[in-house]
Protein backbone atom coordinates (compact mmCIF):
# COMPACT_ATOMS: atom_id res chain seq x y z
CA UNK A 1 0.00 0.00 0.00
CA UNK A 2 1.23 3.58 -1.00
CA UNK A 3 2.81 5.15 2.27
CA UNK A 4 0.00 8.26 1.71
CA UNK A 5 -2.58 5.64 1.83
CA UNK A 6 -1.51 4.28 5.08
CA UNK A 7 -1.32 7.95 6.84
CA UNK A 8 -4.91 8.69 5.40
CA UNK A 9 -5.80 5.67 7.04
CA UNK A 10 -4.35 6.31 10.48
CA UNK A 11 -5.94 9.79 9.69
CA UNK A 12 -9.65 8.35 9.52
CA UNK A 13 -9.28 6.06 12.43
CA UNK A 14 -8.07 8.43 14.82
CA UNK A 15 -11.05 11.09 13.65
CA UNK A 16 -13.37 8.29 14.16
CA UNK A 17 -11.87 7.81 17.72
CA UNK A 18 -11.72 11.31 18.43
CA UNK A 19 -15.55 10.97 18.57
CA UNK A 20 -15.25 9.10 21.52
CA UNK A 21 -14.17 10.10 25.10
CA UNK A 22 -11.05 8.76 26.58
CA UNK A 23 -11.02 5.17 26.79
CA UNK A 24 -10.13 3.21 29.80
CA UNK A 25 -7.65 0.78 29.72
CA UNK A 26 -9.02 -3.42 30.20
CA UNK A 27 -9.99 -4.45 33.28
CA UNK A 28 -7.46 -6.89 34.06
CA UNK A 29 -3.47 -6.85 34.63
CA UNK A 30 -0.82 -9.21 32.75
CA UNK A 31 0.77 -10.99 36.14
CA UNK A 32 3.42 -13.33 36.23
CA UNK A 33 3.60 -17.09 35.17
CA UNK A 34 0.68 -19.00 36.41
CA UNK A 35 -2.16 -16.71 36.46
CA UNK A 36 -2.71 -12.57 36.25
CA UNK A 37 -5.43 -10.66 38.43
CA UNK A 38 -9.23 -11.89 38.06
CA UNK A 39 -8.25 -15.34 37.18
CA UNK A 40 -9.76 -18.10 38.42
CA UNK A 41 -6.86 -21.04 39.20
CA UNK A 42 -7.49 -24.62 38.38
CA UNK A 43 -9.35 -26.94 41.16
CA UNK A 44 -6.38 -28.01 43.39
CA UNK A 45 -5.80 -31.56 43.89
CA UNK A 46 -7.78 -33.20 46.76
CA UNK A 47 -6.58 -32.66 50.18
CA UNK A 48 -6.64 -36.04 52.34
CA UNK A 49 -9.30 -36.04 55.11
CA UNK A 50 -7.80 -37.34 58.27
CA UNK A 51 -9.95 -39.70 60.64
CA UNK A 52 -13.39 -41.40 60.74
CA UNK A 53 -15.99 -39.26 59.58
CA UNK A 54 -17.94 -37.69 62.64
CA UNK A 55 -20.80 -36.70 60.36
CA UNK A 56 -22.07 -36.23 56.69
CA UNK A 57 -22.51 -32.89 54.89
CA UNK A 58 -25.48 -32.85 52.18
CA UNK A 59 -25.28 -30.34 49.26
CA UNK A 60 -27.38 -30.86 46.35
CA UNK A 61 -26.07 -28.62 42.85
CA UNK A 62 -28.45 -27.42 40.64
CA UNK A 63 -26.93 -25.83 37.95
CA UNK A 64 -25.71 -22.41 39.27
CA UNK A 65 -26.60 -22.82 42.99
CA UNK A 66 -25.81 -24.93 45.79
CA UNK A 67 -28.52 -26.08 48.56
CA UNK A 68 -28.04 -24.98 51.29
CA UNK A 69 -25.07 -22.77 50.56
CA UNK A 70 -24.39 -22.28 54.40
CA UNK A 71 -24.12 -25.17 56.84
CA UNK A 72 -23.06 -25.29 60.07
CA UNK A 73 -21.38 -28.53 61.78
CA UNK A 74 -21.49 -28.97 66.11
CA UNK A 75 -17.52 -29.74 65.82
CA UNK A 76 -14.17 -29.46 64.19
CA UNK A 77 -13.74 -32.82 62.25
CA UNK A 78 -13.72 -34.96 59.20
CA UNK A 79 -17.11 -35.09 57.54
CA UNK A 80 -18.30 -37.10 54.71
CA UNK A 81 -19.63 -34.93 51.94
CA UNK A 82 -22.64 -36.03 49.48
CA UNK A 83 -23.25 -34.22 46.36
CA UNK A 84 -26.11 -34.47 44.62
CA UNK A 85 -26.12 -32.98 41.28
CA UNK A 86 -29.57 -32.53 40.23
CA UNK A 87 -28.50 -30.31 37.18
CA UNK A 88 -28.03 -30.86 33.48
CA UNK A 89 -24.25 -29.88 33.55
CA UNK A 90 -21.12 -31.59 35.86
CA UNK A 91 -20.83 -29.29 39.09
CA UNK A 92 -17.67 -29.63 41.98
CA UNK A 93 -17.32 -29.01 45.27
CA UNK A 94 -14.20 -27.07 45.80
CA UNK A 95 -13.33 -26.61 49.55
CA UNK A 96 -10.77 -24.24 50.15
CA UNK A 97 -8.31 -26.47 51.88
CA UNK A 98 -8.51 -28.11 48.00
CA UNK A 99 -10.47 -30.89 48.62
CA UNK A 100 -13.04 -31.63 45.63
CA UNK A 101 -15.87 -33.81 45.06
CA UNK A 102 -17.11 -34.03 41.55
CA UNK A 103 -20.84 -35.38 40.16
CA UNK A 104 -22.04 -35.71 36.87
CA UNK A 105 -25.80 -34.31 35.63
CA UNK A 106 -28.41 -36.39 37.62
CA UNK A 107 -25.70 -38.53 39.15
CA UNK A 108 -24.41 -38.21 42.93
CA UNK A 109 -21.07 -38.39 44.30
CA UNK A 110 -18.94 -38.48 48.07
CA UNK A 111 -15.90 -37.66 49.60
CA UNK A 112 -14.76 -36.70 53.16
CA UNK A 113 -13.39 -33.31 54.15
CA UNK A 114 -11.60 -32.12 57.28
CA UNK A 115 -13.56 -29.05 58.50
CA UNK A 116 -11.07 -26.99 60.68
CA UNK A 117 -11.95 -24.97 63.62
CA UNK A 118 -12.61 -22.02 61.71
CA UNK A 119 -14.55 -23.72 58.89
CA UNK A 120 -13.98 -23.70 55.40
CA UNK A 121 -15.54 -21.99 52.32
CA UNK A 122 -16.40 -24.00 48.75
CA UNK A 123 -17.54 -23.35 45.44
CA UNK A 124 -17.69 -24.93 42.34
CA UNK A 125 -14.87 -24.22 40.63
CA UNK A 126 -16.10 -25.09 36.46
CA UNK A 127 -15.35 -21.47 34.88
CA UNK A 128 -18.69 -18.89 35.26
CA UNK A 129 -20.45 -20.67 38.22
CA UNK A 130 -18.63 -19.55 41.12
CA UNK A 131 -19.10 -16.17 39.53
CA UNK A 132 -22.70 -17.17 38.94
CA UNK A 133 -23.97 -17.66 42.77
CA UNK A 134 -22.32 -21.41 43.27
CA UNK A 135 -20.13 -20.85 46.34
CA UNK A 136 -20.79 -21.48 49.95
CA UNK A 137 -19.16 -22.27 53.46
CA UNK A 138 -19.11 -24.53 56.26
CA UNK A 139 -18.82 -23.00 59.54
CA UNK A 140 -18.23 -24.47 63.22
CA UNK A 141 -20.44 -23.88 65.46
CA UNK A 142 -22.49 -20.50 65.32
CA UNK A 143 -22.18 -19.35 61.94
CA UNK A 144 -20.49 -16.77 61.55
CA UNK A 145 -21.95 -13.02 61.21
CA UNK A 146 -20.74 -10.83 58.03
CA UNK A 147 -18.78 -13.93 56.72
CA UNK A 148 -18.58 -14.19 52.82
CA UNK A 149 -18.30 -16.87 50.40
CA UNK A 150 -15.76 -16.69 47.65
CA UNK A 151 -17.09 -14.94 44.49
CA UNK A 152 -20.13 -14.10 46.13
CA UNK A 153 -19.95 -10.26 45.76
CA UNK A 154 -20.69 -10.54 42.06
CA UNK A 155 -18.48 -7.16 41.45
CA UNK A 156 -16.21 -7.15 38.42
CA UNK A 157 -12.57 -7.09 38.40
CA UNK A 158 -10.86 -3.69 39.12
CA UNK A 159 -7.08 -4.16 38.17
CA UNK A 160 -5.33 -2.15 36.05
CA UNK A 161 -4.29 -3.17 32.80
CA UNK A 162 -1.50 -3.61 30.47
CA UNK A 163 -1.06 -5.36 27.20
CA UNK A 164 1.55 -8.79 27.36
CA UNK A 165 4.82 -7.68 25.29
CA UNK A 166 5.11 -11.30 24.72
CA UNK A 167 1.64 -12.43 23.21
CA UNK A 168 1.08 -14.42 20.06
CA UNK A 169 0.09 -12.07 17.36
CA UNK A 170 -3.51 -12.01 15.89
CA UNK A 171 -4.45 -14.13 12.86
CA UNK A 172 -6.70 -12.06 10.59
CA UNK A 173 -9.85 -13.49 10.42
CA UNK A 174 -10.86 -13.67 6.61
CA UNK A 175 -14.12 -11.65 5.91
CA UNK A 176 -15.22 -12.96 3.02
CA UNK A 177 -18.57 -14.62 2.91
CA UNK A 178 -18.67 -18.28 2.04
CA UNK A 179 -20.58 -19.27 -1.02
CA UNK A 180 -23.89 -20.88 -0.37
CA UNK A 181 -23.52 -24.90 -0.37
CA UNK A 182 -24.39 -27.24 -3.08
CA UNK A 183 -27.21 -29.84 -2.57
CA UNK A 184 -29.98 -29.99 -0.27
CA UNK A 185 -28.09 -32.04 3.14
CA UNK A 186 -25.39 -30.60 4.49
CA UNK A 187 -23.08 -32.57 6.76
CA UNK A 188 -20.94 -29.98 8.87
CA UNK A 189 -17.89 -30.97 11.22
CA UNK A 190 -17.88 -28.65 14.28
CA UNK A 191 -15.72 -29.48 17.20
CA UNK A 192 -15.95 -28.01 20.29
CA UNK A 193 -12.30 -26.90 20.67
CA UNK A 194 -10.76 -24.74 24.22
CA UNK A 195 -7.92 -22.83 23.25
CA UNK A 196 -6.01 -19.91 23.83
CA UNK A 197 -7.04 -16.59 20.82
CA UNK A 198 -5.18 -12.88 20.92
CA UNK A 199 -8.20 -10.94 20.70
CA UNK A 200 -6.27 -7.80 20.55
CA UNK A 201 -2.68 -6.88 20.48
CA UNK A 202 -1.29 -8.11 23.66
CA UNK A 203 -4.30 -9.48 25.10
CA UNK A 204 -5.26 -13.38 25.15
CA UNK A 205 -8.30 -14.90 26.29
CA UNK A 206 -8.30 -18.83 27.20
CA UNK A 207 -11.24 -19.29 24.51
CA UNK A 208 -14.61 -21.90 24.44
CA UNK A 209 -15.33 -22.20 20.29
CA UNK A 210 -16.46 -23.66 17.62
CA UNK A 211 -14.44 -25.01 15.46
CA UNK A 212 -11.45 -23.67 16.67
CA UNK A 213 -12.34 -19.98 15.62
CA UNK A 214 -14.31 -16.90 17.49
CA UNK A 215 -17.01 -16.69 15.45
CA UNK A 216 -17.73 -20.35 14.91
CA UNK A 217 -17.58 -21.12 10.96
CA UNK A 218 -20.54 -19.04 8.92
CA UNK A 219 -22.86 -21.64 7.62
CA UNK A 220 -24.52 -20.61 4.24
CA UNK A 221 -27.00 -22.71 3.05
CA UNK A 222 -30.21 -22.53 0.32
CA UNK A 223 -33.97 -22.61 2.07
CA UNK A 224 -35.45 -25.69 2.34
CA UNK A 225 -32.31 -27.30 3.14
CA UNK A 226 -31.33 -29.92 5.83
CA UNK A 227 -28.23 -29.02 7.89
CA UNK A 228 -26.57 -31.73 9.80
CA UNK A 229 -24.17 -30.32 12.53
CA UNK A 230 -21.63 -33.11 14.48
CA UNK A 231 -20.39 -31.59 17.16
CA UNK A 232 -17.60 -33.48 19.19
CA UNK A 233 -16.63 -31.94 22.70
CA UNK A 234 -12.51 -31.87 23.27
CA UNK A 235 -13.08 -29.44 25.85
CA UNK A 236 -12.87 -29.83 29.44
CA UNK A 237 -16.43 -28.94 30.31
CA UNK A 238 -19.89 -29.49 29.15
CA UNK A 239 -21.46 -27.31 26.07
CA UNK A 240 -24.43 -27.14 24.02
CA UNK A 241 -25.21 -25.42 21.19
CA UNK A 242 -28.85 -23.24 19.58
CA UNK A 243 -29.02 -22.60 16.34
CA UNK A 244 -31.97 -19.61 15.84
CA UNK A 245 -32.40 -21.13 12.34
CA UNK A 246 -33.90 -23.82 13.39
CA UNK A 247 -37.37 -24.90 15.37
CA UNK A 248 -37.10 -27.83 17.72
CA UNK A 249 -37.83 -27.93 21.44
CA UNK A 250 -35.01 -26.46 24.14
CA UNK A 251 -35.56 -30.04 25.26
CA UNK A 252 -34.33 -31.84 22.72
CA UNK A 253 -31.67 -30.89 20.54
CA UNK A 254 -30.28 -28.40 22.72
CA UNK A 255 -28.17 -31.21 24.82
CA UNK A 256 -25.25 -30.92 27.54
CA UNK A 257 -22.31 -32.52 25.76
CA UNK A 258 -20.04 -33.45 27.83
CA UNK A 259 -16.09 -33.66 27.50
CA UNK A 260 -15.43 -36.68 24.80
CA UNK A 261 -18.96 -36.39 23.82
CA UNK A 262 -20.80 -36.33 20.33
CA UNK A 263 -24.17 -35.14 19.72
CA UNK A 264 -25.71 -34.23 15.74
CA UNK A 265 -27.81 -31.29 15.86
CA UNK A 266 -30.29 -31.64 12.89
CA UNK A 267 -32.50 -28.99 11.12
CA UNK A 268 -34.16 -27.41 7.91
CA UNK A 269 -33.54 -24.18 7.17
CA UNK A 270 -37.35 -23.27 7.09
CA UNK A 271 -36.90 -19.28 7.16
CA UNK A 272 -34.13 -17.03 5.08
CA UNK A 273 -32.36 -14.51 6.69
CA UNK A 274 -29.07 -14.20 8.77
CA UNK A 275 -29.26 -16.07 12.05
CA UNK A 276 -27.01 -16.68 15.42
CA UNK A 277 -25.75 -20.31 16.75
CA UNK A 278 -24.48 -19.96 20.23
CA UNK A 279 -23.96 -22.44 23.38
CA UNK A 280 -26.95 -22.58 25.52
CA UNK A 281 -25.10 -24.26 28.59
CA UNK A 282 -25.51 -22.49 31.93
CA UNK A 283 -24.51 -19.65 32.32
CA UNK A 284 -25.27 -18.68 28.88
CA UNK A 285 -24.05 -15.34 29.27
CA UNK A 286 -20.54 -16.64 29.72
CA UNK A 287 -20.30 -19.14 27.27
CA UNK A 288 -20.94 -16.78 24.45
CA UNK A 289 -19.07 -14.44 25.99
CA UNK A 290 -16.84 -16.56 26.07
CA UNK A 291 -16.52 -16.97 21.90
CA UNK A 292 -19.15 -19.59 21.43
CA UNK A 293 -21.26 -18.24 18.87
CA UNK A 294 -21.12 -17.52 15.02
CA UNK A 295 -23.60 -17.21 11.48
CA UNK A 296 -25.77 -18.91 9.59
CA UNK A 297 -27.33 -17.50 6.20
CA UNK A 298 -29.91 -18.52 4.83
CA UNK A 299 -30.88 -17.71 1.24
CA UNK A 300 -33.95 -16.94 0.32
CA UNK A 301 -36.00 -18.19 -2.45
CA UNK A 302 -33.88 -17.83 -5.59
CA UNK A 303 -31.22 -16.64 -4.25
CA UNK A 304 -29.70 -13.53 -3.76
CA UNK A 305 -28.72 -11.32 -6.75
CA UNK A 306 -25.13 -11.02 -8.16
CA UNK A 307 -23.11 -8.96 -6.08
CA UNK A 308 -19.39 -8.24 -6.83
CA UNK A 309 -18.33 -8.68 -2.81
CA UNK A 310 -19.80 -10.34 -0.41
CA UNK A 311 -18.49 -10.09 3.56
CA UNK A 312 -19.43 -11.50 6.73
CA UNK A 313 -19.22 -9.43 10.08
CA UNK A 314 -19.93 -11.16 13.80
CA UNK A 315 -20.19 -8.01 16.48
CA UNK A 316 -19.16 -9.16 19.47
CA UNK A 317 -18.37 -7.74 23.27
CA UNK A 318 -15.18 -8.91 25.26
CA UNK A 319 -15.38 -9.06 28.95
CA UNK A 320 -11.42 -9.54 29.68
CA UNK A 321 -10.30 -12.40 32.88
CA UNK A 322 -6.74 -13.29 33.49
CA UNK A 323 -4.26 -13.13 31.13
CA UNK A 324 -4.80 -16.69 28.91
CA UNK A 325 -8.06 -16.95 30.84
CA UNK A 326 -11.69 -17.38 30.21
CA UNK A 327 -13.53 -13.88 29.77
CA UNK A 328 -14.82 -12.55 33.82
CA UNK A 329 -18.28 -13.56 33.72
CA UNK A 330 -18.74 -11.16 36.67
CA UNK A 331 -17.99 -7.97 34.34
CA UNK A 332 -20.19 -9.83 31.35
CA UNK A 333 -23.02 -9.78 34.04
CA UNK A 334 -22.97 -6.28 35.52
CA UNK A 335 -26.78 -4.46 35.09
CA UNK A 336 -24.92 -1.75 32.92
CA UNK A 337 -22.04 -3.46 30.87
CA UNK A 338 -18.36 -1.94 29.96
CA UNK A 339 -16.70 -4.00 27.66
CA UNK A 340 -13.02 -3.86 27.05
CA UNK A 341 -13.26 -4.44 23.69
CA UNK A 342 -16.33 -4.88 20.84
CA UNK A 343 -15.17 -6.30 17.94
CA UNK A 344 -16.23 -7.70 14.32
CA UNK A 345 -15.05 -11.11 13.75
CA UNK A 346 -13.68 -11.38 17.18
CA UNK A 347 -10.36 -9.65 16.94
CA UNK A 348 -10.51 -5.16 17.62
CA UNK A 349 -9.52 -2.93 14.90
CA UNK A 350 -8.36 -6.11 12.91
CA UNK A 351 -9.61 -4.50 9.84
CA UNK A 352 -8.23 -1.36 10.42
CA UNK A 353 -5.22 -2.44 10.46
CA UNK A 354 -5.94 -4.61 7.42
CA UNK A 355 -8.47 -3.15 5.29
CA UNK A 356 -10.79 -4.59 3.08
CA UNK A 357 -10.33 -3.81 -1.00
CA UNK A 358 -13.74 -3.14 -2.34
CA UNK A 359 -14.89 -2.01 -6.21
CA UNK A 360 -15.69 1.33 -7.05
CA UNK A 361 -19.21 1.69 -7.70
CA UNK A 362 -18.98 -2.27 -7.82
CA UNK A 363 -21.95 -3.78 -5.49
CA UNK A 364 -20.80 -4.90 -2.37
CA UNK A 365 -23.25 -6.85 -0.07
CA UNK A 366 -22.66 -7.12 3.92
CA UNK A 367 -23.92 -9.81 6.19
CA UNK A 368 -24.39 -8.49 9.51
CA UNK A 369 -24.78 -10.44 12.93
CA UNK A 370 -24.59 -8.64 16.60
CA UNK A 371 -23.66 -11.59 18.91
CA UNK A 372 -23.45 -9.58 22.24
CA UNK A 373 -24.04 -10.73 24.54
CA UNK A 374 -24.91 -7.57 25.47
CA UNK A 375 -23.84 -4.48 23.40
CA UNK A 376 -26.36 -3.60 20.54
CA UNK A 377 -24.61 -2.46 17.01
CA UNK A 378 -25.38 0.68 14.82
CA UNK A 379 -24.04 -0.49 11.99
CA UNK A 380 -22.63 2.54 9.65
CA UNK A 381 -20.37 2.68 6.56
CA UNK A 382 -18.99 5.87 6.21
CA UNK A 383 -19.38 7.83 2.97
CA UNK A 384 -21.88 5.92 1.45
CA UNK A 385 -25.95 5.06 1.68
CA UNK A 386 -27.41 1.35 2.04
CA UNK A 387 -29.97 1.24 -0.50
CA UNK A 388 -31.06 -2.22 0.30
CA UNK A 389 -31.16 -3.35 3.92
CA UNK A 390 -32.82 -6.46 5.01
CA UNK A 391 -33.18 -6.47 9.14
CA UNK A 392 -35.15 -9.34 10.57
CA UNK A 393 -37.20 -10.03 7.30
CA UNK A 394 -38.10 -6.50 6.80
CA UNK A 395 -36.63 -5.44 3.36
CA UNK A 396 -36.24 -2.10 2.29
CA UNK A 397 -35.15 -2.54 -1.87
CA UNK A 398 -33.15 -0.91 -4.41
CA UNK A 399 -34.98 1.44 -6.62
CA UNK A 400 -38.01 1.77 -4.68
CA UNK A 401 -40.78 3.85 -5.22
CA UNK A 402 -40.47 6.30 -2.26
CA UNK A 403 -36.48 6.53 -3.04
CA UNK A 404 -35.73 5.25 0.52
CA UNK A 405 -31.90 4.76 1.49
CA UNK A 406 -30.57 3.98 5.02
CA UNK A 407 -27.33 4.87 6.56
CA UNK A 408 -27.39 2.73 9.77
CA UNK A 409 -29.19 -0.72 10.37
CA UNK A 410 -29.36 -0.97 14.24
CA UNK A 411 -29.38 -4.51 15.64
CA UNK A 412 -30.01 -5.69 19.45
CA UNK A 413 -27.87 -8.85 20.38
CA UNK A 414 -28.82 -11.96 18.05
CA UNK A 415 -30.43 -9.73 15.71
CA UNK A 416 -29.14 -9.89 11.83
CA UNK A 417 -29.10 -8.13 8.94
CA UNK A 418 -28.09 -7.55 4.88
CA UNK A 419 -26.75 -4.36 3.52
CA UNK A 420 -25.53 -3.73 0.19
CA UNK A 421 -24.17 -0.59 -1.12
CA UNK A 422 -22.06 1.15 -4.13
CA UNK A 423 -19.09 3.53 -3.18
CA UNK A 424 -19.47 6.09 -5.74
CA UNK A 425 -15.53 7.22 -5.98
CA UNK A 426 -12.19 5.74 -5.19
CA UNK A 427 -10.88 6.19 -1.40
CA UNK A 428 -12.09 4.80 2.03
CA UNK A 429 -14.79 4.15 3.65
CA UNK A 430 -14.62 2.84 7.13
CA UNK A 431 -17.50 1.13 8.92
CA UNK A 432 -17.97 1.11 12.70
CA UNK A 433 -20.79 0.69 15.27
CA UNK A 434 -22.04 4.03 15.19
CA UNK A 435 -22.21 3.86 19.22
CA UNK A 436 -18.74 5.94 19.13
CA UNK A 437 -17.88 5.01 22.63
CA UNK A 438 -17.06 1.88 21.27
CA UNK A 439 -14.94 2.59 18.09
CA UNK A 440 -12.34 3.05 20.24
CA UNK A 441 -12.12 -0.20 21.76
CA UNK A 442 -12.28 -1.90 18.55
CA UNK A 443 -15.23 -1.54 16.29
CA UNK A 444 -13.89 -0.54 13.55
CA UNK A 445 -12.50 -1.27 10.08
CA UNK A 446 -11.90 0.16 6.48
CA UNK A 447 -13.33 -0.73 3.27
CA UNK A 448 -10.76 1.16 0.43
CA UNK A 449 -12.06 1.30 -2.71
CA UNK A 450 -10.53 1.22 -6.25
CA UNK A 451 -6.53 2.62 -5.23
CA UNK A 452 -8.14 4.63 -2.22
CA UNK A 453 -7.23 7.42 -3.59
CA UNK A 454 -10.44 10.02 -4.92
CA UNK A 455 -7.93 12.74 -6.53
CA UNK A 456 -6.07 10.84 -9.27
Same mark, same amino acid.
Given at each position: MKPWIRLSLLAAAILAAACTPAVRQPAWTYGPPGGAAGSTPAA?????????????? =????????FSPGMVT???AGTYAVELANTGAIEHNITFSDGTTVTAAPGEKASGTVLIPADGLTFLCSIPGHAAAGMTGMVSVGTMAMGSEAPGSSGQPSTASASADPNAAPYEVRDATAPKVMAGKVHDIDMPIIEKDITVATGFVVHAWTFGGTVPGPVIRVHLGDTVRVHLTNQGTMSHSIDFHASQTAMNDQMVEIPPGGTFTYTFTADYAGVWMYHCGTAPALHHIANGMFGMVIVEP?????????????VQ??????????????? =?????????DFVTFNGIASQYKDNPITVPTRGRVRVFILDAGPNIDSSFHVVGTIFDTVIKEGIALRSGNAGGWGAQAVDLSPAQGAIVEFSPREDGMYPFVTHAFNFVGRGAIGVFVAGDGDPHN
Open positions: PASAAAAGAPIGTI =KITAADLSVAEKGGFEAADAEYAFNDWYLGGQKEPVDYA =KAASAAPAP
